[in-house]
């Protein structure tokens, strides 16, 4: 999309009304929302800059979970704007993605309004999350990122040992599983997927920032798990201090304590994330 093309765009999608808005104070920039709710912001000539607080600290996780600028082969469960996928891109050239994207509207609006450089190897597949990922061959990828919500709430399919499990077989030895999550004290809901996780993956480690450690405000926690590889991977911890919206690094015994007496949710108690209270991530 050209400059003088910069100008709102608003569409029915399958999940609500999207609308992609150009951010006014960068060049380049745009936010999708669905239903008033942020879903992405991209920068088309700057695919490293990464505005949200969520995003960014995923960033920071496919920056240290393998030497820097080695390709991988990347599972992206949900695509909204295809953030991700561009930073990768651009910070690891020659990494093969695909991204699986319920929504086939909006997948189609962000291809015809701001479509992936030509020639970038990132297939973007309109299909069921869940579904897709319980079909991928094992060993198949090196990091699998589930960033899945509809509307504002991650669906129960995806919540589970079932969905654990089928990441766990989809990941190479010493591979990843990163996902992010929203909730609030008492975090009965992130106690429950730390618990998912313990399960099937030996190391874990979690992302958030403190005002929602502390319990000030709803908010995005990220998970990163592996079967095999020891967690935090070198460099996290320093890269989160250092970054402009510091967050909190918990691994170990402060892990351990976190999830407490915490069960796995087995497949038939499948449940979706918390609702957002008013305001929380723009919903109104």
């Keep these: 999309m050209s400059e003088h093309e910069a100008i709102p765009v608003v ?9 992609l808005l150009p951010d006014l104070d960068r060049d380049g920039g745009w936010l999708l929302t669905v239903d008033g709710a942020p879903q992405s912001y991209v920068d088309l000539r700057d695919p490293t800059h ?6 960014r600290r995923l ?13 991988l082969d990347l599972l992206h469960l949900g695509g909204g704007a295809l953030t991700l996928p561009r930073y990768a ?16 509207p909006l997948a189609a609006l ?24 319980a079909a991928v061959p094992p060993g198949w990828y090196d990091l699998v990122v589930a960033d899945v919500f509809d509307r504002s709430r991650i669906p129960g399919p995806m919540t589970t040992l079932g969905c654990a499990r089928a990441a766990a077989r989809a990941l190479r030895p010493g591979g990843h ?9 008492p975090f009965g809901f992130l106690r429950s997927q730390l618990a998912t996780l313990a399960a099937l993956f030996e190391h874990l480690c979690l992302i958030a920032e403190p005002a929602v450690l502390r319990g000030r405000r709803f908010g995005n926690l990220v998970l990163l798990a592996s079967a095999a590889a020891p967690l935090p991977p070198d460099g996290l911890a320093r890269r989160l201090a250092a970054d402009p919206f510091p967050a909190r690094l918990v691994a170990g ?3 351990a304590r976190l999830t407490g007496g915490a069960r796995p949710v087995p497949d038939d108690a499948a449940r979706p994330s918390p609702l957002p ?4 991530f723009g919903v109104g």
């Design 11 to 19: 569409r029915p999608v399958t999940f609500g009304t999207a609308r």
């Design 50 to 55: 990464l505005e949200f607080e969520y995003t």
């Design 59 to 71: 960033g920071h996780v496919l920056d240290t979970v393998a030497p820097a600028g080695r390709p």
């Design 89 to 104: 891109a651009a910070t690891r050239p020659g990494s093969r993605q695909r991204v699986v994207e319920a929504d086939g």
């Design 110 to 133: 962000i291809a015809e309004q701001l479509p992936l450089p030509p020639g970038e190897p990132v297939e973007v597949l309109v299909g069921d999350a869940r579904e897709q990922l």
């Design 177 to 185: 599983y990163a996902v992010n999550l929203a909730d609030a004290a």
């Design 253 to 255: 015994g402060e892990l």
């Design 277 to 280: 209270p008013a305001g929380a």
